[in-house]
């Protein structure tokens, strides 16, 4: 009967009055004296889960405090008093916490998230050296179409042509069609990206930069490499395709330097209004 209503009060179904008084106070296991009541687990069951897996979790939980519990009596008996002193652990760990917290409270209404391109910029130029690609980068248009379709001739003919009209028409068709489009003509793109779409026999994708244009094929597909730009390994990457990181390196800064100075404050405030005292520094 008990573990009917402990299924039924952990499903949310309720078995009425009888149940409902005694489940709250139910035991569900017991070491050492110590005992875990079913009030201390009422939160652990993530809404609108099934009576089965109510159970399960149930099952795992209990199983888990219990293996503690027992460890935890096994270290009681074997530490010494000044190794079982965690006092100094739990106030330092009580403080950190509660810093962290104010911290991020102090964060959200005050943190400035926008880095502009101008301090992006400044960045970039401040440290040059900083930002060297380790792998090589391209802007290119990448086309895989089926090798049958019936249209192939009208993309050989737009395809080498740099008419805007010509480009506009084979976006339209390729986009319809074509196995993969991507036109990356105004964003960096890793240039071993794009090499590991051609086929294997093909040409690396820096030999491919020496004409700009390059088409291969397969038994099933033919392949369309038009690269506008090309950055090598070993040179210095564009500021576009760092902006995110230089952003995040800001953003970080900030961050630092805002607590940095919230401590100041705080510390130079106790001082002038008499609540701390420093003897160490008379």
Not at 88 to 116: A, G, H, N
Request: aromatic fraction near 10%; include cysteine; hydrophobic fraction near 40%.
């Amino acid at each position: 009967m008990k573990r009917l209503c402990i299924l039924l009060w952990v499903a949310g179904g309720l078995a009425g009055a009888a149940c409902t008084e005694e489940i709250p106070e139910t035991k569900l296991a017991e070491v050492n004296g110590k005992a875990l009541l079913m009030t201390e687990v009422k939160d652990i069951f993530p809404a609108g889960i099934t009576a089965d897996d109510s159970l399960s979790l149930l099952r795992n939980y209990v199983h888990n405090w219990a293996r503690k519990q027992l460890i935890a009596g096994i270290a009681e008996q074997h530490l010494t008093k000044e190794q079982k002193d965690v006092s100094q652990e739990l106030e330092d760990y009580r403080l950190s916490l509660l810093i962290f917290r104010y911290e991020k409270l102090y964060l959200e209404s005050r943190f400035d998230t926008i880095v502009s391109d101008a301090e992006i910029e400044t960045f970039y130029n401040a440290a040059p050296q900083s930002f060297v690609l380790n792998k090589p980068l391209a802007k290119a248009l990448f086309i895989k179409v089926a090798a049958d379709i019936p249209q192939i001739r009208q993309i050989n003919r737009l395809y080498n042509s740099n008419k805007p009209e010509d480009r506009e028409a084979l976006s339209q068709i390729c986009s319809r069609i074509a196995e993969i489009y991507t036109n990356f003509d105004e964003q960096w793109v890793d240039a071993e990206f794009l090499a590991a779409k051609l086929p294997a026999e093909s040409k690396q994708i820096e030999d491919i930069w020496t004409t700009g244009f390059f088409t291969t094929d397969d038994l099933t597909y033919k392949y369309y490499v038009h690269l506008y730009e090309m950055r090598a390994a070993g040179t210095q990457s564009p500021v576009e395709y760092e902006r995110g990181n230089i952003a995040r390196i800001i953003r970080n800064r900030r961050h630092r330097e805002m607590l940095k100075n919230l401590e100041n404050t705080i510390f130079n405030n106790a001082l002038n209004h008499n609540q701390l005292k420093l003897y160490i520094d008379n």
